[in-house]
């Protein structure tokens, strides 16, 4: 029989995570040789991260990080199989610790990353993966938000004073995503596909081509644009208002430069 007692269990539990049966049974396997046994549960835990690389992730939480100066902000999207995983504190820790690591580091060893996922699919026993992960750098404030239930955020980058004004639109983003900030900023390629799609869609009404040409345009121009654009959504406070018109009278002067979404399930 191995020489070891039940501290050294507890022990060998506390330094892996790994189960205690697991433990018990490294410790058999190494003959009551501590260090090997520590290695043997890494190496398991390894092997085992390797199985699980092929699950599906539907679940999981976005973590946001920013400097004391809101300049800087580190984000992930880090996915797991199920929702009671999801909610775990110590899941949502790891990623609020890799979302930090995002926002003090210029650039991220991902092997780093690598590691600490591996660590996690070893103690949760899930597959777990980054599929997003973002650094922002900025000269003004960057605000900031995230759902309460932690599956999507988003980020704001302004050329202006910081509001709370400001922080409403970064929840704009998460209640309606949009593709662009500024009309300017849709390609006429995208528009055109749009107003193709539009136009199908008139003909199969009983519209003939040209009519429903006009009718795309319309309708790209008043659906379309609503939707992808940030400015002209309409305010989820206030849909009696454009985003541009909110902005202009809570945050004069006040640009909007960039965003970036999150989502559990939007993939990289």
């Avoid at 004073?161 to 309606?176: C, D, F, G, P, T």
Wanted: glycine fraction near 4%; include cysteine.
């Amino acid at each position: 029989m191995a020489n070891y007692t039940a501290q050294d269990v507890k022990k060998l539990r506390e330094d892996t995570d790994a189960p205690m049966m697991e433990c018990k049974a490294a410790l058999d396997e190494a003959e009551g040789d501590f260090d090997k046994a520590k290695n043997l549960l890494r190496e398991k835990g390894k092997a085992a991260a390797a199985k699980r690389t092929d699950r599906t992730t539907a679940a999981g939480v976005v973590a946001l990080a920013s400097s004391d100066d809101k300049t800087i902000v580190g984000g992930v999207v880090l996915e797991c199989e199920t929702d009671f995983v999801a909610r775990n504190e110590d899941f949502v820790a790891i990623a609020q610790n890799i979302a930090e690591l995002y926002r003090d580091n210029e650039t991220v060893d991902e092997a780093t990353i690598h590691g600490i996922v591996e660590a996690a699919v070893a103690k949760i026993r899930e597959n777990i993966k980054v599929t997003k992960s973002i650094r922002i750098v900025s000269a003004n404030p960057i605000a900031t938000y995230v759902h309460h239930d932690r599956t999507k955020g988003s980020t704001l980058v302004i050329d202006g004073e910081y509001s709370e004004a400001v922080r409403k639109i970064a929840v704009q983003i998460v209640s309606l995503p949009p593709d662009v900030v500024n009309k300017s900023d849709l390609s006429q390629e995208k528009l055109d596909a749009e107003i193709e799609i539009e136009t199908h869609r008139a003909m199969n009404e009983g519209k003939e081509e040209k009519l429903a040409r006009n009718i795309a345009t319309g309708r790209v121009n008043k659906e379309f644009v609503k939707r992808a654009v940030l400015l002209e959504q309409p305010f989820f406070i206030d849909p009696s208002k454009t985003v541009s018109q909110y902005l202009a009278e809570e945050a004069k002067g006040v640009k909007l430069v960039s965003f970036e979404y999150l989502a559990v399930g939007q993939g990289s």
